[in-house]
Structures are given as C-alpha cells and as structure tokens.
C-alpha cells in the first residue's frame, strides 16, 4: 500500500549530505571537505603604505602602464601634472644657466632695437680743461664766494661750480653771479640779510646779532626784534608755538629754517617750530 507522504523526486545519498553541509562540498562518504589553503590578507601598515607608495611620484615614476594602479584619476591626472611641472621648471633651469646667454640676449635686444648701448659718460674735474689764467681767476672767486655765503657748499665745490659755467662760454663775472644765486638757494647756506628778501626759497639760514627787542603785540608771540649783520638788518618773529629758547639783546644768533615772511612789501622772517636757533660763540646751541 502506498503512503500519501511518498515524495516522487529520488534524492541520492549524496545530494542529501550536501545538503546537510549547507552547500559545503563532501567527500565519498558524506564528510564536508575542509579547504586547508591558507588565505593571506594585507595588515593595515602594509595597506597605509601601498597607499603612500601610490601616490608618491618615485614610486610610479617607472611604471610602464597606462594607468597608475591604487590611486583614483583625479589623483592620476594630479600626479602627471606634477611630473609635466617639474620637468618644465628643469628645463628651464637648464636653459638659464648656459654660457653668455644674457650677452647673446643683449646683443639680440640691441639688433632688434636698432641702436648700441651709450657709452659710459666721462667724468673729469672742469677745471682741468680751463687755462692756467681762466683757473687762477676762477679760485680767487671762489674764495670769495665762499667768505661771502657761509654754511653751504665748501670751496672746491664752488670752484668747480664755476669752472663749468666758465667751460660753457659763460664770462667770469657772470658765472659768478649765477653760483652766488645758486649758493644761496642751497640748504644750510647762511645768507646775507640783506639779500634774503631775493632768495629764490621761502626758508633761509641767517645769522646776525640781536639789536632791539619789543614787547610782542599779541600772546601767540613770545619775542619780536631785529636781527642785523654787516649787510643789513630784518624783522624777526619768534612764535609761542615753536617752543624755542628766549633771545637778548647782544647776542650773535644763527636762525636756520626760517620762514620768509612779506608785509606791505616788507620781507622779515618767522621761527617756527621747524626752525632752529644756535649760538655760533658758545660753540653750540639750545631748543627747548
């Protein structure tokens, strides 16, 4: 008699002890075969450094594929930008480094350009192509000029001054009176009273003695007077502002950078807080 629970599919032995084994292979007589080939696996320094190796250029630079193994393209095509760089930069330093290329590179410029290099200008003394009579004249002015105007250029200088003014075709006597003009334009030049006022600058350097002073007309003034030497004499305005050491009556001053002042065609001068005030006989000077 037949069972209802009869399966038609014939199952071998086997297939029943594979499945029993979850899948796993079995041996003849039904015992799973265990593969005894051991699986190797990379520790995480080893991985770390792939990686490293990866991306470093010497570590891909004699790679002979298509493509660079471990890194993404992004990475790929950064890396060979790099190496193109580095091989630009190289080069170019190789190239700026030959033999009289800055020389063939001038040359070049200068061809192109159509014209050569100036030659350096020669430097030689004016007094040396004057005559022996035009020179001594030329000295003697120039100790002249020197006593006259104080304080600025020395006495070579002058001579020198005059000698190219003389060279040019200038006479002596009006080479003389262009480097007074000039001398007393310089800075730190003591100048004449009585010329200050054709001074072509508004500050001048004077010295003279104090020969009034007067009570000042308003607070902002701490001393008003004259100042006069052998040429003449001036006004002079000392401001509160400028803080400066009082002045008497006697006295030989140096007033340097002072303002040059005009007042009903008047021209008088203003010690400021630029200015300064020395004492030639006592060697030196006091500001407060």
């Avoid at 032995?13 to 696996?41: L, N, Y």
């Avoid at 250029?57 to 930008?81: C, F, N, W, Y």
Wanted: net charge negative; with cysteine; hydrophobic share 35%.
């Amino acid at each position: 008699m037949s069972s209802n629970n009869a399966s038609g599919k014939v199952v071998t032995v086997d297939e029943q002890a594979f499945e029993k084994a979850g899948g796993q292979a079995v041996d003849e007589d039904g015992f799973p075969v265990v593969d005894e080939t051991p699986e190797f696996e990379a520790a995480v320094e080893q991985e770390t450094q792939a990686k490293v190796d990866a991306n470093h250029p010497d570590g891909i630079a004699d790679t002979s594929q298509d493509r660079i193994h471990g890194v993404t393209l992004e990475q790929e095509e950064r890396i060979q930008a790099r190496e193109a760089e580095l091989e630009r930069i190289s080069a170019q330093a190789e190239l700026g480094t030959q033999d009289g290329r800055e020389q063939r590179t001038r040359e070049v410029v200068s061809e192109q350009c159509g014209r050569d290099e100036p030659a350096p200008a020669e430097r030689t003394d004016p007094r040396e192509k004057l005559t022996q009579d035009e020179l001594a004249e030329v000295n003697e002015q120039a100790m002249r000029i020197s006593d006259e105007v104080k304080g600025g250029w020395s006495r070579a200088v002058v001579a020198k001054q005059l000698a190219e003014k003389v060279q040019r075709g200038r006479d002596v006597t009006k080479a003389v009176l262009e480097t007074l003009e000039e001398l007393k334009a310089a800075p730190g030049a003591i100048v004449p009273i009585a010329d200050v006022p054709d001074v072509p600058v508004g500050e001048v350097t004077v010295e003279g003695t104090v020969s009034e002073l007067w009570d000042p007309s308003s607070p902002a003034i701490a001393q008003v007077g004259l100042i006069e030497d052998e040429s003449g004499r001036t006004k002079f305005t000392i401001w509160e502002k400028s803080k400066k050491t009082v002045v008497r009556e006697g006295q030989t001053v140096r007033f340097r950078a002072v303002k040059k002042n005009w007042y009903q065609g008047r021209c008088s001068l203003a010690i400021t807080g630029w200015s300064r005030i020395e004492f030639p006989e006592r060697g030196r000077w006091w500001e407060e």
